[in-house]
């Protein structure tokens, strides 16, 4: 019975017609619902916004006044908001006043909730009084838990879901009954009589028309049925004539679909051909361009060792020129060779990176040190520009990194040197955070900006912001094409935000591990004997380096008081502004010592409690005058010797120094430095030219180029290794190869240390130092 129900036109056009009315249903129920989801999220957003606005001015009050008591009746009623879960006062100093909280509603449904509206949201509003507004209060942070507007929005969403369900059912009803009465029972009978009609004469057949039908669709039907019924043989007769022309036409068919096939087949197969000819052109390209690299990358060293000669002996002539006009002359010649080296620099790190060449380090490093050197290095930089470059890393940076140094110091200096260079007045911010596994170096400038359309220029090879920026400043545009290649080379993410006029914001992330090793500790009595003393600050909130020192100083937990209100403590006094006002109220201080913060570079004091912390701030410098202007000596912190970083302060005894160097300028310069430094030197001009020196006479230590005729320096220390007699004897590479695999190759062949080109006398100086024997043996010539 079901069956024969279902095979109905009627059932049929009112299933039909209900699925299509549900699934219209459901997607409009699913609109109105997305609808009233946004707008749930705005009214609760508008809700809670309205509840902290009401309670700011009061609670503004109440931090102003330091009330504690009307603090937590106000907490208390905003916990009366059903969907309030915490609220708490925190004042300037980022602690917390007073705190209300309550537990969240447990709900089967809350999952869901949740996955549409987060668990709970937290509003900040930072607190302040009309007459004050330059005062920061601290702030009003509030906890809503989202589950008292989910659980309305999922109501509303089941009752219209619901609702439009019984609807499609009622509907369902209707329309299956209407559809019986009008359209099944009338063709029911038209079936029925032409079930009736005999095969042998079906044309004398006439059907019936229904009551109440003769003017609708079933009696037009009808008649056009008996029409066609008298038509039949003529209709006959016109199919078997049809039928004919049809097995014609599908013969021509045939033949047209087989002609289209081959011509399918002929396009098909020259298409594959043009597939491969692409392929081929690819491959050609990529060979290409690998070649163009390793070529750049050959040309720049071959064009890096004539011009280290070039740079040294520029170097040489400017120590022993004595006419301030040929010094001068002198120094912008060696200003330009330099910067054409660090030109070739970027080339050749560029095209190694774009050869698949460059390999980094994993190596503990200290980033608080490398961002103060990077800072103290581009600080002189700064100051002739007369913009502040300030150092604000974060108190609770882990001491040591796993990662590549070199390469990281690389991309800050290329920063810091861009907003320095693009900077004509304010400030250039370094700040450093780290969390989530990640840290975060970001470089902040007042610069002159950049379009939107330059921004999707920067980071490509030679191209800057735009043609005016190239001719006002200058540049090549390579820095920070490099910088993205090695961020990226390192998994981590370079980004940039920047308007015109306003300054550029560089964010760079580098997922760097924590190294757990040996840190500098700090003597717990030291610093609660500071905490004692405290600090007066009179650096003025202008100051842009007072954040970060405040901030440091916290992290000890040592008070910071106003120097004009607390007269006593150690002075803080900004070194700068107004010299002669501040060395005098530094002399007239009754406290602790003072420390004169320097951000010009020049401030000096010979008074024996007066002590100077340069600035960007460094922090060893800054507990180090702590110590001294609170009369605690070195303040107990211990440090650990550090070979890499040289000996100690000893003076470094005259050795006897095999330069094995095949450029004979290359050995002028070199020679002429550790002459200078004190040492005997001897030349060999290749790796078999040194092994003779060295079975001749003693040396004490042998510094040896690795790209040399006849011999190179890789084999040539390979066979110092061979013989038992040099297994102990230092072999320093000197090499114009920059990368990291080539410090690798140098290392795995047996030497000792590596040092690049050009030759640099302070670099000299340290790895002598590094490797120089404790008591070395007087030479004897054989």
Request: proline residues 5%; glycine residues 6%; neutral net charge.
């Amino acid at each position: 019975m079901f069956n024969r129900i279902r095979q109905r036109l009627s059932y049929r056009l009112t299933r039909d017609t209900v699925l299509v009315a549900m699934v219209l249903g459901l997607v409009l129920n699913l609109i109105q619902i997305t609808l009233d989801y946004f707008t749930a999220r705005e009214s609760m957003d508008r809700e809670v916004r309205a509840l902290i606005e009401i309670s700011q001015s009061p609670a503004s009050q109440i931090a102003y006044n330091i009330d504690v008591r009307l603090a937590e009746e106000l907490l208390d009623g905003l916990l009366q908001h059903p969907a309030t879960i915490d609220a708490r006062i925190i004042d300037s100093d980022g602690q917390t006043m007073a705190a209300a909280s309550q537990s969240s509603p447990v709900s089967r449904y809350r999952w869901i909730s949740d996955l549409l509206f987060g668990a709970s949201r937290v509003f900040n509003e930072e607190l302040q009084v009309p007459q004050l507004a330059d005062l920061p209060l601290g702030q009003l942070v509030v906890t809503i838990d989202t589950y008292h507007y989910g659980i309305q929005f999922l109501t509303r969403a089941t009752n219209t879901l619901i609702i439009g369900l019984l609807k499609s059912l009622a509907l369902s009803g209707v329309l299956l009954a209407i559809f019986y009465f009008v359209l099944t029972r009338p063709m029911m009978n038209v079936i029925n009589a032409l079930s009736q009609v005999r095969a042998s004469s079906p044309e004398k057949v006439r059907l019936p028309i229904p009551e109440n039908h003769k003017g609708d669709e079933i009696g037009t039907m009808v008649g056009i049925i008996n029409q066609h019924l008298e038509n039949m043989e003529v209709s006959v007769a016109k199919l078997r004539s049809a039928e004919s022309a049809m097995k014609n036409y599908s013969s021509q068919l045939e033949r047209e679909v087989e002609d289209r096939t081959r011509e399918i087949s002929e396009k098909n197969e020259a298409l594959l051909r043009g597939n491969r000819a692409l392929v081929r052109a690819k491959e050609d390209a990529v060979r290409r361009a690998r070649a163009r690299a390793n070529f750049l990358a050959s040309m720049s060293h071959e064009i890096r060792t004539p011009l280290n000669g070039v740079l040294g002996m520029l170097g040489l002539a400017l120590e022993s020129e004595k006419d301030a006009g040929q010094r001068n002359r002198l120094e912008i010649a060696l200003n330009a060779g330099e910067s054409l080296l660090g030109l070739l620099n970027d080339i050749l790190d560029i095209s190694k990176v774009e050869a698949g060449k460059l390999s980094l380090e994993s190596i503990p490093f200290s980033m608080r040190k490398l961002i103060e050197e990077c800072a103290t290095l581009h600080a002189q930089q700064a100051r002739r520009k007369g913009i502040n470059l300030v150092n604000e890393t974060a108190p609770d940076l882990p001491e040591h990194f796993l990662g590549d140094p070199t390469r990281t110091r690389q991309i800050l200096n290329n920063l810091l040197s861009n907003a320095i260079k693009f900077t004509d007045a304010g400030t250039v911010k370094i700040r450093t955070s780290w969390s989530g596994g990640s840290l975060r170096l970001e470089v902040i400038d007042t610069g002159i900006g950049m379009s939107r359309e330059g921004l999707h220029r920067i980071f490509s090879p030679f191209s800057q912001a735009d043609t005016d920026t190239t001719r006002l400043y200058g540049g090549t545009g390579l820095g920070l094409t490099l910088c993205r290649q090695l961020v990226e080379r390192m998994h981590g993410q370079i980004l940039v935000d920047s308007k015109e006029g306003t300054g550029t914001h560089f964010t760079v992330t580098l997922p760097l591990p924590v190294h757990q090793g040996d840190e500098p500790e700090i003597a717990e009595g030291v610093l609660r004997r500071l905490s004692d003393i405290g600090i007066a600050m009179a650096l003025p909130q202008s100051n842009p380096h007072r954040l970060a020192i405040e901030s440091q100083l916290r992290s000890w937990n040592i008070p910071v008081r106003s120097a004009s209100r607390h007269p006593e403590g150690i002075l803080l006094i900004d070194a700068a502004n107004s010299p002669r006002e501040s060395l005098a109220f530094a002399n007239d201080w009754r406290g602790e010592g003072v420390i004169l913060a320097d951000q010009s570079g020049t401030a000096t004091s010979n008074h024996p409690r007066h002590c100077v912390v340069a600035l960007p701030l460094r922090r060893d410098d800054l507990f180090r005058c702590l110590c001294a202007a609170g009369g605690l000596g070195s303040g107990g912190q211990s440090t650990r010797p550090d070979r890499s970083l040289g000996t100690g302060q000893q003076p470094i005894p005259a050795l006897n120094i095999l330069l094995v160097e095949d450029n004979q300028v290359n050995q002028l310069v070199a020679s002429s430095l550790l002459k200078k430094l004190g040492h005997r030197v001897d030349h060999a001009e290749n790796g078999r030219r040194a092994l003779e020196a060295l079975q001749n006479k003693t040396y004490d230590l042998v510094l040896m180029d690795c790209q040399m005729p006849v011999m190179d320096g890789y084999e040539a220390t390979r066979a110092i290794r061979q013989n038992p007699q040099w297994q102990t004897l230092p072999v320093i590479a000197v090499t114009a190869n920059v990368m990291q695999g080539d410090r690798e190759d140098c290392l795995a062949s047996g030497m000792n240390d590596y040092i690049t080109k050009p030759y640099n006398r302070d670099e000299l100086r340290a790895v002598i130092a590094r490797w120089a024997p404790l008591s070395p043996e007087p030479p004897t010539d054989s």
